[in-house]
């Protein structure tokens, strides 16, 4: 850890909520400004604890939870943010098992009130995943976690419930948190980076999970040699090439061949069946790549014939990093000795498919496969089983989109039609939706500000949130009948979605949205808002609720304050500009009158924003429905009927 805590004028101005500018007016005017320790002449460090002291002395530091002012110092102390995090959580741990913990690093130790002010509140657990989220918010130098959603579809392909698991490139603890809750016996993982592999064990072990997570090269030296387990799931690291090819030329790992040197992947595969016991199944991230390089046509051919590969999933771009790369999921599966190679494997196409319907249709298709294996599976455009004799050509090219059978051509002239007519709705709409705004008086003067803070502390409005998923299912006495309703998510609210069914996942206690509500995702690329209209739904996990007193403060007028470029930058947090802090963000005072005038222009501006998105959307796909249709001649050019066609080509 770092010798002092240090903070850059930029993350000066974030913590304030100011603009750069009024830090370089502060050190010019203020002579009790602290100095510089640190950094250089253009871009200097200063002293946290100073600044901090400093900003409270002058009335510019906003009022921060115990969590949030735990991990800016944690961050800022700390050489690498996994490593603070870590020591942080060997103490959690050491508190929640009663054991006495060794005396903290000497940077560390200034923090030790507020590490037990926030695990007094939360629970050693909770204050560990309360800075966990901290961690795991994108941001510069942070390590590119495997998304939940992702995880989450890994596993379900795997079946890890009720068996154990392995990762042998286990990250920060992505897949085995999902593992963790798709409900495994017990977890082991092995990563590369010391920091990420203690931070993935210390948050099995605050859950008292059998297994541990090992620091190590999986592939050069193999910290679970010999041991079996039910399950596989990992998502290697893409593109290495100095993986270790020469020194593990013939290891007893590569049970289908020796792995080429170009093929790092390919050895990721053939180390995850190793560790399979007969019948278990492993699910690895690969890239698209893979699927199709010439070097590996021997790998994937052997992984064929023996029964090994059962499926290919082609995933939709930005499911994961690299995100404009539309990556694949392979499944495996260890063979039992005496079994016969089945005659089919399963390929899905799924790089079009809304991600919010990926999982469900993913998985549907996974598991009638493996409810019939040998059967014709022919999904349109989206999944086929192939035969394997088919496979074996001279490409093994395992390319889902490239073995789909074509989409019928009276299928695709029905679907334009819709897809037209439904085009040509919306944009009839658009003219009479378009917002009417005029520039305000040169001399009016600017309204007074006020924050979301204070706006609650006047009790203009109530802040609910955000609310962290329950540990285990509520109690019947916790939710009532009439309370089991469907969950508003922030993938809702950012997607423009209806409230999702709820799953294992139910919140403690139960906050059911009403009228007027206002909702904020907490971690989000844009600032996005969404009102409740007549929802009948509850509050999902992270997810600020601002709950507007109506006699006061128009909620359509609330949200079209809240959601400016202005409070983007407002209530961005020091750690990324993704996490929001909606108690920061800034709101004019307006007489009620006003407000409604305005709350009413928001309301048809949200209305115009959800037609445009459509309209892209459906333009989109009339473009690639129209191109699909002539290149493969199920449409012709012009609007003449078929049958005139037909006669024009007999002629």
């Given at each position: 850890?770092?010798?002092?805590?240090?903070?850059?004028?930029?993350?000066?101005?974030?913590?304030?909520?100011?603009?750069?500018?009024?830090?370089?007016?502060?050190r010019?005017?203020?002579?009790?400004?602290?100095?510089?320790?640190?950094?250089t002449?253009?871009?200097?460090e200063?002293?946290?604890?100073?600044?901090?002291?400093?900003?409270?002395?002058?009335?510019?530091?906003?009022?921060?939870?115990?969590?949030?002012?735990?991990?800016?110092h944690?961050?800022?102390?700390?050489?690498?943010?996994?490593?603070?995090?870590?020591?942080v959580?060997?103490?959690l741990?050491?508190?929640?098992?009663?054991?006495?913990p060794r005396?903290?690093?000497?940077q560390?130790a200034?923090?030790?009130?507020d590490?037990?002010?926030?695990?007094?509140?939360?629970?050693a657990q909770?204050a560990?995943?309360?800075?966990?989220?901290?961690?795991?918010?994108?941001?510069?130098?942070?390590?590119?976690?495997?998304?939940d959603?992702?995880?989450?579809?890994?596993?379900?392909?795997?079946?890890?419930?009720?068996?154990?698991?392995?990762?042998?490139?286990a990250g920060?603890?992505?897949?085995?948190?999902?593992?963790?809750?798709?409900?495994?016996?017990?977890?082991?993982?092995?990563e590369i980076?010391?920091?990420?592999?203690?931070?993935?064990?210390?948050?099995?072990?605050?859950?008292?999970?059998?297994?541990?997570?090992?620091?190590?090269?999986?592939?050069?030296?193999?910290?679970?040699?010999?041991?079996?387990?039910?399950a596989?799931?990992?998502?290697?690291?893409?593109?290495?090439?100095?993986?270790?090819?020469?020194?593990?030329?013939?290891?007893?790992?590569?049970?289908?061949g020796?792995?080429?040197?170009?093929?790092?992947?390919?050895?990721?595969?053939?180390?995850?069946?190793?560790?399979?016991?007969?019948?278990?199944?492993a699910?690895?991230?690969?890239?698209?790549?893979?699927a199709?390089?010439?070097?590996g046509?021997?790998?994937?051919?052997?992984?064929?014939?023996?029964?090994?590969?059962r499926a290919?999933?082609?995933?939709?771009p930005?499911v994961?990093?690299?995100?404009?790369?539309?990556?694949?999921?392979?499944?495996?599966?260890?063979?039992?000795?005496?079994?016969?190679?089945?005659?089919?494997?399963?390929?899905?196409d799924?790089?079009?498919?809304?991600?919010?319907?990926?999982s469900t249709?993913?998985?549907?298709?996974?598991?009638?496969?493996?409810?019939?294996?040998?059967?014709?599976?022919?999904?349109?455009g989206?999944?086929?089983?192939?035969?394997?004799?088919?496979?074996?050509?001279?490409?093994?090219?395992l390319?889902?989109a490239r073995?789909?059978?074509?989409?019928?051509?009276?299928?695709?002239?029905?679907?334009?039609?819709?897809?037209?007519?439904?085009?040509?709705?919306?944009?009839?709409?658009?003219?009479?939706?378009?917002?009417?705004?005029?520039?305000?008086p040169?001399?009016?003067?600017?309204?007074?500000?006020?924050?979301?803070?204070?706006?609650a502390?006047?009790?203009?409005?109530?802040?609910?949130?955000?609310?962290?998923?329950?540990?285990?299912?509520?109690?019947?006495?916790?939710?009532?009948d009439g309370?089991?309703?469907?969950?508003?998510?922030?993938?809702?609210?950012?997607?423009?979605?209806?409230?999702?069914?709820?799953?294992?996942?139910?919140?403690?206690?139960?906050?059911p949205?009403?009228?007027?509500?206002?909702?904020?995702?907490?971690?989000?690329?844009?600032?996005?808002?969404?009102?409740?209209?007549?929802?009948?739904?509850?509050?999902?996990?992270?997810?600020?609720l601002?709950?507007?007193?109506?006699?006061?403060?128009?909620?359509?007028?609330?949200?079209?304050?809240?959601r400016?470029?202005?409070?983007?930058?407002?209530?961005?947090?020091?750690?990324?500009?993704l996490?929001?802090?909606?108690?920061?963000?800034?709101?004019?005072?307006?007489?009620?009158?006003?407000?409604?005038?305005?709350?009413?222009?928001?309301?048809?501006?949200?209305a115009f924003?959800?037609?445009?998105?459509?309209?892209?959307?459906?333009?989109?796909?009339?473009?690639?429905l129209?191109?699909?249709?002539?290149a493969?001649?199920?449409?012709?050019p012009?609007?003449?009927?078929?049958?005139q066609?037909?006669?024009?080509?007999?002629?």
């Amino acid at each position: 850890m770092q010798e002092t805590p240090t903070i850059t004028a930029a993350e000066i101005a974030r913590l304030a909520g100011v603009g750069r500018a009024a830090v370089s007016n502060w050190r010019k005017r203020h002579a009790d400004f602290p100095t510089p320790v640190g950094g250089t002449p253009a871009s200097p460090e200063f002293d946290l604890i100073q600044v901090e002291q400093w900003l409270r002395a002058q009335g510019k530091l906003p009022e921060l939870a115990t969590a949030e002012r735990l991990w800016r110092h944690l961050a800022a102390a700390s050489d690498s943010p996994a490593a603070g995090l870590a020591d942080v959580g060997a103490l959690l741990l050491a508190r929640q098992r009663g054991q006495r913990p060794r005396r903290p690093d000497p940077q560390l130790a200034p923090l030790q009130p507020d590490v037990d002010a926030l695990a007094d509140e939360l629970g050693a657990q909770g204050a560990f995943d309360e800075l966990w989220q901290r961690f795991s918010a994108p941001g510069p130098g942070r390590p590119f976690a495997t998304p939940d959603d992702l995880a989450d579809l890994m596993v379900g392909l795997a079946a890890v419930g009720g068996g154990s698991v392995l990762d042998p490139a286990a990250g920060s603890g992505a897949i085995l948190r999902a593992a963790v809750r798709a409900g495994c016996t017990s977890a082991y993982g092995q990563e590369i980076d010391d920091d990420l592999a203690r931070l993935a064990g210390l948050w099995l072990a605050l859950r008292e999970v059998p297994g541990e997570v090992v620091a190590g090269d999986s592939l050069r030296a193999d910290a679970f040699a010999g041991r079996t387990v039910d399950a596989v799931v990992c998502h290697p690291p893409f593109g290495v090439t100095n993986w270790g090819d020469e020194e593990l030329g013939h290891d007893p790992r590569w049970i289908v061949g020796t792995t080429p040197r170009t093929e790092p992947e390919l050895a990721w595969a053939q180390h995850a069946l190793a560790h399979l016991r007969p019948g278990g199944h492993a699910v690895l991230l690969m890239p698209p790549t893979v699927a199709g390089r010439r070097a590996g046509r021997r790998i994937r051919a052997e992984l064929l014939r023996r029964g090994a590969l059962r499926a290919v999933v082609a995933l939709p771009p930005g499911v994961a990093a690299p995100h404009a790369v539309p990556l694949h999921l392979w499944v495996l599966r260890r063979p039992a000795a005496d079994a016969p190679p089945p005659a089919r494997a399963l390929l899905v196409d799924a790089a079009g498919v809304d991600p919010s319907e990926l999982s469900t249709r993913v998985l549907a298709a996974w598991r009638a496969f493996t409810a019939a294996p040998d059967a014709e599976t022919d999904q349109a455009g989206f999944a086929r089983a192939v035969p394997v004799i088919e496979l074996l050509d001279e490409e093994v090219d395992l390319t889902p989109a490239r073995r789909q059978p074509a989409v019928a051509g009276d299928a695709t002239g029905e679907q334009l039609v819709r897809t037209r007519e439904r085009l040509a709705a919306v944009v009839s709409d658009l003219s009479t939706l378009m917002p009417q705004a005029t520039p305000s008086p040169a001399d009016e003067l600017p309204a007074p500000i006020l924050t979301v803070n204070e706006l609650a502390r006047a009790g203009a409005l109530q802040l609910i949130g955000p609310l962290r998923p329950a540990a285990r299912p509520p109690s019947a006495e916790q939710v009532p009948d009439g309370q089991r309703l469907a969950v508003l998510t922030a993938r809702d609210v950012v997607e423009g979605t209806a409230p999702s069914v709820p799953e294992d996942d139910l919140l403690v206690p139960p906050v059911p949205l009403m009228p007027g509500d206002v909702a904020v995702p907490v971690v989000t690329r844009h600032l996005v808002v969404h009102v409740v209209t007549d929802e009948q739904a509850l509050l999902g996990a992270n997810l600020y609720l601002l709950r507007p007193d109506p006699a006061v403060l128009d909620s359509w007028f609330l949200a079209g304050q809240l959601r400016t470029s202005t409070n983007q930058r407002q209530a961005s947090s020091l750690t990324g500009a993704l996490r929001l802090d909606i108690r920061r963000a800034q709101v004019r005072r307006l007489p009620l009158p006003e407000q409604r005038a305005q709350g009413d222009a928001f309301r048809r501006l949200k209305a115009f924003e959800s037609a445009i998105r459509q309209a892209a959307t459906l333009g989109a796909e009339l473009v690639q429905l129209t191109a699909d249709g002539l290149a493969r001649g199920d449409l012709q050019p012009g609007d003449r009927p078929r049958q005139q066609r037909k006669t024009s080509r007999r002629q």
